[in-house]
């Protein structure tokens, strides 16, 4: 299990880290896969019914590979060519100036199985 120390205090970050999470998520996913999931009519007999699994596995991983292929290409273009990476951010953002502010969570800490 992943544990912080008893001291850490996570400052709540209106613009730093919050700002960059969601400029990702929307990049990693936004135009990828989960769109063509998203696309098309809802199912009249299993819409919002938590019971049925709304999307294959094929699909899923579809989405996760996709995402995480993204996520890697951001974090390495993070290390290796700053002015690339702020360009992305500020792509981005044009996403998601709707969205709620990230909360940190720390049930991920709990949870991690490490």
């Known amino acids: 299990m992943l544990r912080m120390k008893k001291s850490t ?9 919050a ?16 769109e063509n ?12 019914d938590p019971e ?4 294959t596995q094929a699909e899923m991983r579809q989405i996760m590979k996709a995402a995480v292929d993204r ?7 993070k290390q ?3 002015e690339a990476y702020d360009a992305l951010l500020s792509l981005g953002e044009r996403y998601t100036t709707a969205w709620d502010d990230p909360v940190f969570s720390r049930g991920v800490l709990r ?4």
């Open 9 to 17: 205090t996570i400052p709540e970050d209106r613009t730093g880290v």
């Open 37 to 48: 999931v998203h696309a098309g009519k809802a199912c009249p007999t299993c819409q919002g």
């Open 111 to 114: 949870n991690s199985g490490s």
């Open 71 to 77: 996520l890697y290409t951001f974090l390495v273009l």
């Open 80 to 82: 290796h060519e700053q």
């Open 52 to 55: 049925y699994s709304h999307i």
């Open 19 to 34: 700002r960059e999470a969601k400029a990702l998520v929307a990049l990693a996913f936004r135009n990828g896969p989960i």
